[in-house]
T-cell receptor, first 117, second 114 residues
């Protein structure tokens, strides 16, 4: 079974600065997908960014980017120019690829991100 | 687009009562799933379905039942509510399993069992 570990229960960053959230995972599969989801106080689960394991290029979405290190099984999220609206819980998640994936997403325990004005 | 719709948003039950959490999606997604979220933990998979008529257990299925009679609907039933089932429940859907397409989540149901 796959596991996802987020070692930072809470992170704090000043507005406009850059912060990196860590995520490591354990799997024996070669085909899989990794995700970062944001959960603001409204409780909604919002997709931030997605990475396919077969792609070496790191995914980016505006101010959000990842550092995907497949050999190290590491998938960190970098938020540039932090904004007050970025304050939320952030969850790293894993999903098996073709031939699997029927068992849904495996989530880490989350990192609570605080933005200091 | 409505996306994934969960009802109710909040519910309080007494121990031993039964109830059904409703989930509907209008995106013609094959794959649907239920998760629960407890404090200090990420979401954990309860049950999932890869298509109408097909369901299977996830990580924490005990005390829950599901069925999938249509593509659109995937209700979650609590047969005899217990305080340990106090949680926030999320329904999610995606186009199909294994595609890598992100799951779309409903807004969640906060359930309290007294």
């Amino acid at each position: 079974a796959q596991t996802v570990t987020q070692s930072q229960p809470e992170m704090s960053v000043q507005e406009a600065e850059t912060v990196t959230l860590s995520c490591t995972y354990d799997t024996s599969e070669s085909d899989y997908y990794l995700f970062w989801y944001k959960q603001p106080p409204s409780r909604q689960m919002i997709l931030v960014i997605r990475q396919e394991a077969y792609k070496q290029q790191n995914a980016t979405e505006n101010r959000f980017s990842v550092n995907f290190q497949k050999a190290a099984k590491s998938f960190s999220l970098k938020i540039s120019d932090s904004q007050l609206g970025d304050a939320a819980m952030y969850f790293c998640a894993y999903r098996s690829g073709a031939g699997g994936g029927a068992d849904g997403l495996t989530f880490g325990k989350g990192t609570h991100l605080i933005i200091q004005p | 687009n409505a996306g994934v719709t969960q009802t109710p948003k909040f519910q309080v039950l007494k121990t031993g009562q039964s109830m059904t959490l409703q989930c509907a999606q209008d995106m013609n997604h094959e794959y649907m799933s239920w998760y629960r979220q407890d404090p200090g933990m990420g979401l954990r998979l309860i049950h999932y379905s890869v298509g109408a008529g097909i369901t299977d257990q996830g990580e924490v299925p005990n005390g829950y039942n599901v069925s999938r009679s249509t593509t659109e609907d995937f209700p979650l039933r609590l047969l005899s509510a217990a305080p340990s089932q106090t949680s926030v429940y999320f329904c999610a859907s995606s186009s199909r399993a294994g595609s890598g397409q992100p799951q779309h989540f409903g807004d969640g149901t906060r359930l309290s069992i007294l």
